[in-house]
């Protein structure tokens, strides 16, 4: 648990240093965005390095990165609708299947060999 509780802040401050500066900063010289957004991966990387950490004792590498993916995917719905005011169609609903089928397939138990 502390992995995937890691993993969800850590996106969330991943999600805002790559698009917040899209709403906040749109005006702004770019080179004051890319600082903003390098300060705000620091705690992005805090937080995610932790995550990989801790989650590599217990999930494979495949069934970590699709974890982080499937999360990545959550915050990042939430905060194209709450803070951009962007309205999630149904090719959220598409992707969001296609990541459940991908956790699925990474997490399912095939002997080796098989």
């Known amino acids: 648990m502390p992995t995937i509780i890691l993993l969800f802040f850590s996106n969330i401050f991943m999600t805002f240093a790559w698009y917040g500066h899209l709403r906040n900063l749109n005006n702004k010289p770019l080179y004051i965005a890319i600082l903003v957004s390098w300060g705000i991966a ?10 990989n950490r801790l989650g590599y004792k217990i999930f494979t590498l495949g069934q970590l990165k699709i974890t ?3 999360i990545t995917m959550i915050v990042f719905s939430g905060f194209a609708y709450f803070y951009m005011g962007k309205t999630l169609g149904m090719n959220f609903l598409y992707a969001s299947l296609c990541m459940v089928a991908a956790a699925y397939f990474i997490f399912r138990d095939i002997p080796a060999g098989s």
Not at 42 to 51: C, H, K, T
């Open 68 to 70: 982080q993916e499937i």
């Open 42 to 51: 620091f705690f992005e990387y805090m937080l995610q390095v932790p995550a």
